[in-house]
């Protein structure tokens, strides 16, 4: 009898993003040399969730918000990752970003795997009342899969310190006693850290700094551009001003600033805060597109808005000298190839964002421990995590004569292949 072929389906998180993911992977694989069942496991997520959000709107109307959360290994231990409010949102955006940080964790040596979630919609458009109604159903439906042991989430694009306030009480309500290290990224006032606000900016601008090092480029000297003036971009901007460097220009979603002579980024976050963003904001700098701002010359171009910025179509036309990806998957694989002809370095986001789980880390271990820890305790034990992780990377690139990216990957997929093969999980 003639067997019945197994034909592959489309899963529903093999959307573009996670392709991009994938191909770094395969890529990556090809120089780790992994047992094949390390791949295969690693290849997919290991949990997908899809959620629906009915939530009550200020008019009294009803709505049903899709919602998501991918954990994809937790090999390493619980699943450690973001939580996003965005338009764009969908599962395989998640799983993606859940892959990476499974990458990120290893790589910095965090005892995690890599999760990512995000409810669809437009935070912008919605009230504050209703954007507590949306975080409390979104916790109270995701409650049975996450957990301080189980999956912990985090911050990222439009979600913040009261996102995971609302978060952690949702959690807490349900077991009846607080629960701080159920999320990570909370106020200080119900167990959050010091620094985890800067963490991720100034990690990225940690690893920044070390590369100038290794180029032999003295940092403040450098003319910067930074894309995306929040968490990540907004803190990343201050600590090159802070170090001497010139930014140049930034943006967000409505536009870009420029000013050959250097920014006054305090003045523009003064502005942000009352404005809410840099729309209108044209005391003696001028205005260009993020198209523009991404093709101005510059030394270094930190993009730190979201995914996909510099592609196959632009990236011939960058102007800078070093990338650091302070965003997740800003450069398509297209992009990468072209800037790797170009011997343009693209410091990448694995590593150079890592600062935010990596403090994401030690307030959870402050949490279990019921033990806090001072600023600069903290910015010292991340500088030390950084500097390791950058250097193991750095080190491998050359050895392997592979770009940082590929270095990193390999080095992360080590880490979470040694984990498996000492479990001996697999038959
Ligand atoms: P955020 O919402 O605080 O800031 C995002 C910024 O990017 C805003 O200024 C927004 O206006 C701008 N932006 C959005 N779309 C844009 C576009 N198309 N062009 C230009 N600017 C645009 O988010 P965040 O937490 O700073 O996250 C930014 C990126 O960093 C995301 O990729 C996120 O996954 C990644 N990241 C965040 C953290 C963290 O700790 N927050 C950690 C690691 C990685």
């Known amino acids: 009898m003639a067997s019945t072929a197994h034909t592959p389906t489309t899963l529903e998180w093999e959307t573009p993003l996670f392709a991009q993911a994938m191909t770094q992977l395969e890529h990556a694989l090809e120089l780790a040399t992994v047992p094949d069942l390390v ?118 694009m439009a979600t913040n310190e009261q996102t995971m306030a609302w978060m952690m009480d949702t959690y807490s309500m349900q077991k009846g006693y607080a629960v701080p290290e159920i999320v990570t990224g909370k106020p200080i006032s119900i167990g959050g850290s010091v620094f985890r606000h800067e963490a991720t900016g100034a990690g990225v601008i940690m690893v920044v700094e070390r590369a100038c090092h290794r180029l032999g480029w003295d940092l403040a000297e450098q003319r910067c551009i930074v894309q995306g003036f929040g968490n990540v971009g907004g803190i990343a901007a201050s600590e090159l001003h802070e170090k001497g460097a010139k930014v140049i220009a930034v943006s967000d979603i409505s536009g870009g600033v420029y000013c050959e002579a250097g920014l006054p980024i305090p003045d523009l976050h003064a502005y942000v805060a009352e404005h809410g963003s840099l729309e209108g904001y044209d005391t003696d700098v001028g205005r260009i597109t993020n198209e523009q701002l991404l093709e101005s010359p510059c030394d270094v171009l930190v993009l730190a808005a979201r995914e996909d910025q510099v592609t196959g179509a632009n990236a011939p036309n960058l102007q800078c000298r070093l990338l650091a990806e302070g965003a997740n998957g800003p450069t398509s694989v297209d992009a990468d190839a072209i800037l790797a002809e170009r011997g343009i370095p693209v410091l990448p986001d694995i590593l150079t964002n890592a600062g935010g789980v990596t403090v994401s880390y030690f307030e959870w271990v402050q949490d279990l421990g019921r033990l806090f820890w001072d600023r600069d305790e903290i910015r010292r034990r991340l500088a030390d995590k950084m500097s390791d992780a950058f250097d193991r990377v750095w080190d491998v690139s050359a050895a392997k004569g592979c770009t940082l990216r590929d270095a990193a990957l390999v080095a992360a997929i080590k880490e979470v292949s040694a984990a498996l093969e000492a479990r001996g999980i697999y038959p």
């Open 39 to 156: 791949s295969t496991r690693l290849r997919a997520p290991e949990r997908a969730l899809i959620l629906s959000l009915p939530v009550q709107m200020d008019d009294g109307s009803f709505r049903s918000f899709p919602a998501y959360r991918v954990q994809h290994s937790s090999v390493l231990g619980p699943t450690k990752g973001g939580v996003r409010y965005d338009p764009a949102v969908d599962l395989g955006e998640c799983a993606a970003l859940a892959m990476w940080m499974t990458w990120k964790c290893a790589l910095l040596k965090l005892p995690y795997g890599g999760a990512k979630g995000g409810v669809r919609c437009d935070a912008r458009a919605l009230s504050h009342n209703e954007l507590v109604r949306v975080t409390r159903r979104f916790t109270a439906e995701l409650a049975p899969f996450i957990g301080p042991q189980l999956d912990i989430p985090a911050p990222d």
